[in-house]
């Protein structure tokens, strides 16, 4: 069965270093979608695609995190330099939707956790 | 402030009984869905529903729209522990598509 890839599955930095995370959504997926979740909160959408462009991108945290999916396909969202407040999951989904999560299911990695000291 | 209020935030059931989760809000939806995610793991849907009143059935699960498609519940009979973990919902509103903070159930065996 088809899955969403996400690598590191965890990550423990210090703050100020940069990391950055990688997805691999299930293929013929137009939508890619990043969250973040905090321990004991529902995610947040950071940022959202359609192919190789941005739909959303309102909730991201523009100072310090980017995100690309040059080629429509896969992407990596990065954070520079990272803060305490960072330590979260970080969930790559994706779904067929042309734009828009219609009644679509929305498929998620395993996440990757990171962790700053 | 979420869009999507889950209450209650922590559910430990005996196995064999039954619970519901409440999901609410002040928001209108085009449709709502429904999410369970166990520890380390993302999220998987579990159903999503449309219409106002619709209600759905997946084997012991039970999940209701609201008339107003404001609001939903999900209802378990019978619990199992395999049933632990936590619960999301998630409203589609102007194409875009929101998370709850969840409700984590625990079912003792």
């Known amino acids: 069965e088809a899955e969403v890839a996400q690598s590191p599955r965890y990550k423990i930095t210090e703050k100020s270093q940069a990391v950055a995370f990688w997805c691999d959504p299930i293929?013929?997926?137009?939508?890619l979608y990043w969250y973040r979740q905090i321990l004991g909160q529902g995610p947040e959408l950071l940022v959202q695609?359609?192919?190789?462009?941005?739909?959303?991108d309102s909730q991201l945290p523009k100072d310090r995190f980017s995100a690309e999916r040059l080629k429509g396909v896969d992407s990596t969202l990065k954070i520079q330099p990272a803060e305490l407040g960072d330590s979260a999951m970080y969930l790559c989904?994706?779904?067929?939707?042309?734009?828009?999560?219609?009644?679509?299911?929305?498929?998620f990695g395993e996440g990757s956790r990171l962790t700053v000291l | 402030t979420q869009l999507l209020e889950q209450s209650p935030q922590f559910l430990s059931i005996q196995e064999g009984e039954n619970l519901t989760v409440y999901c609410n809000s002040s928001?209108?939806?085009?449709?709502l869905q429904w999410y369970r995610q166990e520890p380390g793991e993302g999220p998987v849907l579990l159903v999503t529903v449309v219409t106002g009143g619709e209600v759905k059935k997946l084997k012991r699960l039970t999940f209701q729209f609201g008339d107003a498609r404001k609001d939903s519940s999900l209802h378990i009979t019978a619990a199992q522990p395999g049933d632990t973990g936590l619960y999301l919902c998630a409203g589609e509103r102007d194409y875009k598509l929101s998370f709850g903070a969840g409700t984590t159930v625990t079912v003792r065996a």
């Open positions: 695609f359609q192919d190789e462009s941005v739909v959303d």
């Open positions: 989904a994706s779904s067929p939707g042309q734009g828009r999560p219609n009644t679509g299911e929305l498929f």
């Open positions: 293929s013929g997926h137009a939508t």
């Open positions: 928001s209108v939806f085009s449709s």
